[in-house]
């Protein structure tokens, strides 16, 4: 009766692993591939294009403290999209907690305490949200779209009018303006891929344990060695100095690099390990079937925006600490790049599908575009165009996507 | 008299002006497999889903091995050991199979999803039902055909050791040679004690399967009979409303 043998996806060799991917992706399962693809396309045009100023150490830290912002910002959009929801105050939540840190700080308070007091704000608004998609039933486009409108104003009269408010926090302004020494990056990197090594090891032994196969470790090597790589030239490069001025060298890595991917891996962790995670992609794929599981749908939605909202104050807080200071408008525009930079990145407007490394590839590619276009000194209006255009393109992959993997399995 | 596992008595559900479920009394006892038929729009789903949670009846009493309990959400009847799989199936298109039939219930290990267990409890289900025609358990449920979601869906009730395992329409989608695996599981789960209750349409499926037959007629319970004691004619009869509890009517 049971000589039946049901595999588990990590039978066979390097080759049918590979095999069996491509398979997926032909069957419509591309995740971040077309945006990693439009990554390496468009750094191949603007390194010819601009072959002087694009692959620059100095052009290529502006590039990731430019992502930065909108990284942290489409990482929180992945929370909500991944239900098929949308957090279009996303932004002005950062910017209405930043105006709390502002006017705490101006009240002589210590900065980590009103770091705090803005988080929390920050993840009351999420709950206000949650509780009126959830509880109260108002689509989220609605619910915020009215506070993407009233945070405008509440962010004007916490501050008293438009302008920035200086904020001269040495910790804070370093997030953006700081660079590791450049034996901390290098030191970064290998603790990075040692702890990605050690989790990858850990599942392999559980699973040994178990009685079931597993992926040849030839691929595990190969996916280690590629980031090493890559990491490698990047830390390389960013600890090369990118001083105009002799006399005051700039180098290292960037500090805000090593806080983003830190909360990208937890927030990772979160979504690919934990019970909250699984819900979360369940609620997102078919909330009827969630709710016949048990799942607390209303719960897990009201968890995501406070999630959303509180990373927002993140992506806020990047933003003063590049400016050095609070700005009564903060917010208003990066929200559309957000959404943007999730779907780009291969998140799934219809929920339940997509990755926060999505959102940070997704960014990646937003912000090469501007960059880029701006070293050949073409103007903001062909930026958007570009934008809208690479925008477009993806959203009309995820839904081919979809089309291709619902037609290919048979229903009866 | 042994005690039935399920006894619904005087159940009754409406929407707005609509009474659906008309006052029902039923049983359903472990070790047996009970056919709930009746035409489409007898009210054979609403009774499922009073059971189950999903959709909390109006009045009546539920007994659950002889016990009152009052079932208002799914997580109830899940801790009752009440396992329902429905006619939509209900499963994560976008979650694999293994996710799938942990839903809700995952295993955790260290703070973390345990998932080489799951993993390993699900092929083990699997295999135990001589499924054969999926090809890893790590698929996505978007990949399968009807009758492997079908599949799954059972399976992950066999995972959860329900008491009580109630299957709406679990053939309808299915070619022959799956009927018949889903006929022997289901034999199965009952002679290892599972009370079984199964919704068809399929009569000659019903008379092969099943010990009980009870027969919904516009949301009233008009019949409960052995199968060995009784024949397809009788049971249309009733299914049709030809045939009432009191005899023939004109
Ligand atoms: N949520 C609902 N709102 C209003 N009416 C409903 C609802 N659910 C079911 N009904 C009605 O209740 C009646 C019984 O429906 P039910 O789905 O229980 O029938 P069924 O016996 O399962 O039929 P079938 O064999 O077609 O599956 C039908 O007339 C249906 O239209
Ligand atoms: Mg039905």
């Known amino acids: 009766m049971s000589n039946v043998k049901i595999a588990t996806g990590h039978e066979g060799s390097a080759k049918d692993q590979i095999n069996a991917y491509f398979q997926r992706v032909k069957s419509g399962d591309m995740g971040a591939l077309p945006a990693v693809g439009a990554l390496t396309v468009l750094i191949g045009i603007f390194t010819a294009a601009a072959p002087e100023y694009f692959l620059r150490p100095l052009n290529v830290a502006n590039l990731f403290v430019q992502a930065a912002e909108l990284t942290m910002l489409a990482a929180a959009m992945v929370f909500v999209i991944l239900l098929a929801e949308i957090d279009l105050s996303a932004g002005v939540t950062g910017g209405v907690a930043m105006a709390v840190m502002f006017l705490l700080l101006r009240e002589g308070i210590d900065w980590p305490i009103a770091l705090i007091v803005s988080l929390v704000v920050g993840a009351a608004i999420g709950f206000l949200i949650g509780f009126f998609v959830a509880k109260v039933g108002v689509p989220s486009f609605v619910v915020t779209l009215g506070l993407f409108l009233g945070f405008q104003g509440l962010q004007l009269v916490m501050l008293g009018d438009g302008g920035l408010f200086k904020v001269d926090v040495a910790p804070i302004n370093a997030i953006m303006n700081e660079n590791l020494p450049t034996w901390l990056g290098w030191l970064v990197l290998i603790g990075g891929l040692a702890l990605g090594i050690l989790i990858t090891l850990l599942d392999r032994a559980r699973r040994t344990k178990n009685g079931l196969p597993n992926r040849p470790i030839s691929l595990v090597a190969a996916k280690y060695g590629a980031m090493a790589v890559l990491g490698g030239i990047i830390v390389a490069v960013m600890n090369v100095n990118r001083s105009a001025n002799a006399f005051k060298p700039i180098e290292g890595v960037p500090i805000v690099i090593p806080i983003t991917l830190g909360i990208l891996l937890i927030g990772g962790l979160i979504l690919d390990r934990t019970r909250f995670g699984r819900h979360l992609y369940a609620v997102g794929g078919n909330p009827e079937a969630a709710r016949r599981a048990g799942i607390k749908v209303a719960k897990i939605r009201i968890i995501a925006f406070i999630v959303c909202s509180a990373l927002s104050v993140i992506s806020g807080l990047f933003h003063v600490s590049r400016l050095g200071a609070v700005e009564a408008t903060a917010g208003r525009t990066i929200v559309l790049s957000g959404v943007a930079a999730a779907v780009v990145g291969g998140v799934s407007l219809f929920g339940g599908k997509g990755r926060l490394m999505h959102a940070a590839i997704g960014a990646l590619v937003i912000t090469i575009i501007a960059n880029g276009l701006g070293l050949l000194g073409w103007d903001a209006g062909m930026n958007f165009l570009v934008t809208g255009g690479v925008l477009i393109l993806a959203a009309t992959v995820d839904a081919l996507s979809r089309k291709r993997s619902s037609s290919s399995q048979i229903r009866v | ?250």
Do not use: W
């Open chain 2, 1 to 250: 008299m042994e005690v039935p596992v399920i006894e619904l008595q005087d159940v009754k559900k409406s929407f707005g002006p609509v009474e659906v479920l008309k006052g029902i009394d039923f049983r359903a006892y472990a070790g047996r497999v009970t056919a709930l038929v009746g035409d489409n729009g007898a009210g054979k789903s609403t009774l499922i889903k009073g059971l189950a949670g999903v959709q909390p009846y109006d009045s009546g009493t539920v007994k659950f091995d002889g016990e009152v309990v009052s079932i208002h959400a799914p997580r109830q009847a899940g801790h009752l050991g009440i396992e329902v799989v429905y006619q939509d199936l209900a499963l994560c298109d976008n979650l694999d199979i293994v996710q799938n039939m942990f839903l809700g219930r995952e295993e955790i290990k260290n703070l973390t999803l345990n998932e080489a267990a799951m993993e390993l409890q699900a092929q083990k289900a699997l295999e135990s039902l001589s499924v054969r025609t999926v090809k890893s358990v790590r698929q996505k449920v978007s990949s399968l055909s009807g009758g492997q979601r079908q599949t799954v869906a059972i399976a992950r009730s066999v995972l959860r050791q329900a008491k009580l395992v109630i299957l709406d329409e679990p053939t309808a989608a299915l070619g022959v040679a799956q009927t018949e695996q889903v006929s022997r599981l289901v034999r199965t789960l009952a002679d290892s004690g599972v009370a079984v209750i199964i919704i068809s349409h399929n009569l000659a499926d019903v008379f092969k399967a099943c010990d009980d037959i009870s027969v919904l007629y516009l949301g009233k319970m008009v019949a409960s009979l052995k199968t060995k004691e009784t024949n397809q004619g009788e049971v249309i009869g009733y299914i049709t409303g030809l045939k009432t509890m009191d005899g023939v009517e004109q």
